[in-house]
Structures are given as structure tokens and as C-alpha cells.
């Protein structure tokens, strides 16, 4: 059983950067983001791989930036150029198996934390 901790969020105004970080208990092959906003479906931002191959929803690339220190077991998510329709909720997530943007791929997940973006 994997245990995943993240802080780091908050909130910002648009134009406003953040770093999510996002600690593991244990050994993870694959690690990644997932956020949800208020009525709408969980979805995956970006994950990484523990050899550092990476994959991003359309929607975040050249504004975020998703980074892993295996020594520490933590996984960041740098977040650039925020924009109001990135706010919700960023849970942190983990596997043993192929990496990808659906949560289905996952057995571990963080609790969850918020991030805020104003107008």
C-alpha cells in the first residue's frame, strides 16, 4: 500500500504560477496529476514516468511542468500562467503499471489538494 501526501495549493490570481508537490510512502513506477473542478468529470493533467517519459492534456502544455525526484519519492507539478478554468481540485495519483492520463490506470490516490485561480 502506497501512501500519497500533496501540498502546495492555494490561491492565485490568473497570470499567477504554483507548485504542487506530492509525496509517496513507497516506490512508484508511475505517478500523475489528476484535477476536478466543481460538476465536472475528474481528469488527468499529466504523469510521469520513473525513467522521466512524460505525457500532458493539451490543455496545460507550455504552462505546466510536471518533474519527479525518485530519490525523494516526490513528484512536482510546476503550474505557469494560471488561468480561472485551472481551479479545482489536484489529486496526486500512483501505479505500478502503464502510465496514462486516465484515473483507471491508478490504485493510489492523495486526498487532494486546492487550487484556486481568480479573475
Known amino acids: 500500500q502506497v501512501q500519497l501526501v500533496e501540498s502546495g495549493g492555494g490561491s492565485v490570481q490568473a497570470g499567477g504560477s504554483l507548485r504542487l508537490s506530492c509525496t509517496a510512502s513507497?516506490?512508484?513506477?508511475?505517478m500523475g496529476w489528476f484535477r476536478q473542478a466543481p460538476g465536472k468529470q475528474r481528469e488527468g493533467v499529466a504523469v510521469i514516468y520513473v525513467s522521466g517519459g512524460i505525457e500532458y492534456v493539451d490543455s496545460i502544455k507550455g504552462r505546466f511542468t510536471i518533474s519527479r525526484d525518485n530519490a525523494k519519492n516526490t513528484m512536482y507539478l510546476q503550474m505557469n500562467s494560471l488561468k480561472p478554468e485551472d481551479s479545482g481540485a489536484y489529486y496526486c495519483?500512483?501505479?505500478?503499471?502503464?502510465?496514462?492520463?486516465?484515473?483507471?490506470?491508478?490504485?493510489?490516490w492523495g486526498q487532494g489538494t486546492q487550487v484556486t485561480v481568480s479573475s
Open positions: 513507497g516506490y512508484t513506477f508511475c
Open positions: 495519483a500512483a501505479g505500478s503499471g502503464f502510465c496514462g492520463l486516465s484515473e483507471g490506470l491508478f490504485a493510489y
